[in-house]
Each structure stands twice: as C-alpha cells, then as structure tokens.
C-alpha cells in the first residue's frame, strides 16, 4: 500500500540527508510503527507518504514514494487526500475551522461526500473518541489532549486507505491513549485501513504493531521487521522490553501481560527487597524530613509551602475547570499532577503562575497572590515551563534568547548562558530556537525559566516528544534541582516519568483532587497510572527497570 524505493530526503541548506537509503512495503491492513532517537528522521519518512514533504517542507526528495500506486512527486498533497490522511506532531497547525464539529466535517466536505454520510460519520467519531460533549466548543479552547484527539478524529471522518499519524497519543491521558489505538486496531483489523505511526511512548504502542521500522540513528538504514526482533536490537525500547533485557528472557515480552507469565523466576530473587532510599518509591518521605530540620531553625518547626491552594475554583468561559481544590506544594517536593484530558492539571499550573485568576477560593505562591503581582516579581518566586516550549521563546538565536531571559530575571548577564551550558554543552550560540530538537528547546525553556532561581518550578506535559535518553536527561536535571530545595510540580502523563521522579502524585478528576499521596500508593492503585514495572512485578514495591537493576546487583 505504501512503498519507498530508495527513498532518500535532503533539506534545503542541510549539508547531510535527513533520511538516505529508505526501501520500504507496508502491505494493506497493516500498522506499521517507525520508531528511533530524536531526529533521525521519523516525521521526515511519515510526511514523504502524503507528500508535505518535500511539497511544503521543501528540500529535495531522491528517489519514489508511491501510495495506493500513486505516485507523490506527480500527485500533490492534494490529490492524495482521498487516500492518506496525516496528523502532524503539532495539533494546532492541523486546524482549519472554529469548533469541533466543523473540523471533523471538513476533510469530508472538500472531498465532497454526500450529507448524511457526513451527518452520521461526525457522529460516529464523536463517539469513538469521547468527544461529545466537546462538540460545540471552540477548538482554541480545550485542553492540549482534547485538541489531539480533534485532530485524530479529523482524519478518521473521510475514512482514507492509510492513516499516518505522528505521535498520536503525545498529549493523551493513559486511559485516552488506549481507547485511540483501540479505535486505530479497529480500523486496521475490520476496515483494511493501513497505518504508519511514529511514537516515543513505546510502552503504549509497540503491542499493537503489526510490524515495527527502526531509524537507528541519523542517516542510517532503515530496518523492517517483526516488533520483537527489532526490540531485541532496538536502542529506544520501552520498560517491559527493557526488563526483560534484564533478566534475560527470550523471545522478549513485548505486553505486561506476556511478562508476568515469566516474571516469577525474577520476583523469586527480589523476594524481600525493597527500592534503594534514592529511588523515588523510597524518597518519598525524605524531603519533608529534611526540610523539618533546615525549617525548624527558621520558624518553630512548619516549613513555609512555596504554593498553596484552598478551595481553588476556576471557571473558564462556560466551563468550570477546577473546583474545592486543595493544595500545599514545600520547598525539595516533586509532585506530579495527574489526570485524564480535560481534569484541569494546566488550569491549576496557570493558576499557581497567575495566568488564570481565581473565582473562588485563594491561591498563593510564595506569599504571594500570583494573579495580582507584578510578572517582574512572580518570576523569582515561580517559573513555568509551557506544555509548548516555543511559546516561551521569542528571539531569534539562542545566545539572543538567554541575553532576554538575564534581563527579565534581573539576573547577572551571563546567568542564563552558563545555566543552558552546563544542561547542555552541545548547542551553539547563534542557533536558531525553531531549528533546536524538541528535547533542546525544552532545555532552552528550562534555562530561561531557572534563570530567576524560581523556588517553584512548573512543568507542563515535560516529556512531550522526548525520547528515552532526553528523557532520562531531564529526570536528572530535576533531580539535582529537587535535591537543591527546588519544589517541581509538573502536569503529566508520562507514568513511567511519574515513578521515576515524582515524591508525591496528585490526580485530579473533573476539576477536584481525588487522590494525593506518595507515588508509589497513588500510581500502583490504579490500572490505568501504574508504570510497567510494578503491573509486571506485583504485588511487590518496584516501580522502575533502575530500582530493579539495582536491586539485582546489591
Ligand atoms: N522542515 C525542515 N527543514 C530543515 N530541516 C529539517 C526540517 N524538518 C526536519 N529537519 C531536520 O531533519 C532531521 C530529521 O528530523 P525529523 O523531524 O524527521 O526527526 P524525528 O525522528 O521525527 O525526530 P523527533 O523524534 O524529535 O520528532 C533533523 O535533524 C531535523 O532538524
Ligand atoms: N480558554 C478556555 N475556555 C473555556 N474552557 C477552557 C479553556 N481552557 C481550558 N478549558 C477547559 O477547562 C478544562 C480543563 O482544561 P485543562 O487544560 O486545565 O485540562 P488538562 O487537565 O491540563 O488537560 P490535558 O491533559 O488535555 O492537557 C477542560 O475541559 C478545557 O476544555
């Protein structure tokens, strides 16, 4: 259905090609995922099949892509849209009308269906994808996972022979997640349709692969083969691949399930043990012990929270996005919020950094009202890094971006550049922000935000495009800001980012807290937030392949 032959993609000004040598036959009805480390080419070879590259990207293509037999370099994007329907990393530049509705019709109507197929399809995927209630909405007002699953549902409504969707489940809660690939292996299996998806969270994908392509690295030969083979050999693997890398099973369990079959030998050996004090499972109590001896000097006995929220109600337009919510945030905490599309953890963040105002209730960051203070103050009291990182940065080099920042912070000149430095040596001044890797500009964000010492951090959705070695970089970024007193508060989805990091998680549902407590109690009692590793190993405490690891080599 989809073939490349040798297939490689150069972009303009580019000294290298981001992709050489691709020859690839994804058969009809099949889903294919491509997966590889950050920049090796995932998005460039799923924007070849519809043709946006190079016809909108630009560069140059050697070489012939044909879909359905059509060939791209004489068929136009255009004339492939009643055959390939794409979704890009981005949700926000997918759109082209108001509301929801209208966006899941449009696809249809520039193909020219009929009406009441149109009618019954928008309904169908209203349906499929939870969104419903959302049907009235205008799209620049929901969440960043509501937005996802519009732009997922967009494509579905024309019913194209091949889906190729970019990260697809990025900005989806773990329960959304499963209900769009349930959604996605239904249109494989009874519809025939074929599809060619990227994806960093390969613990919420590679299960449902028919077949999986590997980039191994820059430039390098693709390589096709069934998804256990190449997870064998494959250098981003998810954590149930990697534990079983560990203990060496063969062939390798790609589903928890598969691996609890064979986990008893391994829970046998670490019968009785227990995670290492400075994994996060035992960390939990650490920070509020250490930071009652630092504050006992300072004030009989209570450390100051650096936030604190009583009975916090936010109403966005129509919506009442948080209610009665409750919440104190010390000095050394990171806490995770958690909680399906739409519960409110970005409207709290905005709240504490005074981007929304309460209607109800009082929220204070360190001391402060943040709604009413002055932005030159609040950045030495709390710092947010955005779900999008781009949103934060303005200039047009980094060197001219970390200058900004200095200023803004009131900081020594300078302060900004060393702190990016030394987080990442690699990148050269007079880049351009656009041009950085999505882990590096996440990195850049981080600097800016830390350049005023904020004694609250706050992250929104931090490991959105990461992959595993940029992700395991920012777990110990935070770490050593954690250790130095630095409270961390980051909405996220990422379960296994949660174990790893998180002392504490607090879930949200509909607006209010239903959960709050250690990670390792709140994580594990539900299917849906529990990572990998405890679902294999249960009901013993790991949470992590590294708790695991470590265990085995005490
Ligand atoms: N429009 C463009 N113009 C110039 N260079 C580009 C363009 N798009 C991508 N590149 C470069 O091509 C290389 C491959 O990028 P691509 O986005 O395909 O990688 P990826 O594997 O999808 O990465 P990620 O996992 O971070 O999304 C990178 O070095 C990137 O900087
Ligand atoms: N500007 C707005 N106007 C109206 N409603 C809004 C606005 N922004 C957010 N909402 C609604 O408020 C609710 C909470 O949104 P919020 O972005 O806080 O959720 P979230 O938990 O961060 O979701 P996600 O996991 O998808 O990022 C959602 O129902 C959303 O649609």
Known sequence: MIRFENVSVTYDGAARPAVRDVDLEVPEGELVLVVGPSGVGKSTVLGAVGGLVPHFTGGTLRGRVTVAG????????????????????????????????????????????????????????????????????????????????????????????????????SALDPAAAEEVLAVLQRLVHDLGTTVLMAEHRLERVVQYADQVVLLPGPGERPWMGAPADVMAVSPVCPPVVELGRLAGWSPLPLTVRDARR??????????????????AAARTAAPARRLFGRAKKENAGVPEPVAQARSLAVRRDRVQALTRVDLT?????????????????????????????????????????????????LVRKVGLVPQEPRDLLYADTVAAECAAADRDAEAEPGTCRALLG??????ADDMHPRDLSEGQRLTLALAVVLTAR????????????????????????????????????????????AAELAHRVVLLAEGEVIADGPSAEVVVASPAFAPQVAKILAPQPWLTVAQVKEALER
């Not at 030394?422 to 990148?427: D, G, Y």
């Open 422 to 427: 030394e987080l990442l040596p690699s990148v």
């Open 262 to 279: 064979r986990a008893a030998p391994l829970r046998e050996r670490l019968e009785g043990g227990r995670p290492e004090p400075d994994t």
């Open 329 to 377: 945030v010390s000095p050394g905490e990171t806490v995770a919020l958690m909680g399906r599309n739409g519960a409110g953890k970005s409207t709290l963040l905005g709240a504490l950094v005074g981007l929304v105002a309460p209607s109800s209730g009082s929220v204070r960051t360190g001391g402060a009202v943040p709604h009413r203070t002055r932005p030159r103050d």
């Open 70 to 169: 059509r060939d791209t370099r004489t068929h136009k994007p255009r004339e492939l849209a009643d055959v390939v329907g794409t979704v890009g990393q981005d949700p926000l530049s997918h759109f082209v009308t108001d509301t929801v509705e209208d966006e899941l019709a449009y696809g249809m109507e520039s193909l020219g269906l009929a009406p009441d197929v149109m009618r019954r399809r928008v309904e169908e995927t209203l349906d499929l994808l939870g969104l419903a209630d959302l049907r009235d909405r205008h799209i620049s007002t929901l969440s960043g996972g509501q937005q996802q699953r519009v732009a997922i549902g967009s494509v579905l409504t024309p019913h194209p022979k091949v889906l190729v969707l970019d990260e697809p489940t």
């Open 454 to 497: 904020p004694p609250l951090l706050l992250l929104d959705e931090p490991t959105r495009g990461l992959d595993y070695a940029a992700k395991a970089r920012l777990t110990a970024i935070l770490r050593r800001l954690a250790a130095e007193g630095h409270a961390i508060v980051m909405a996220t989805h990422d379960v296994e980012l």
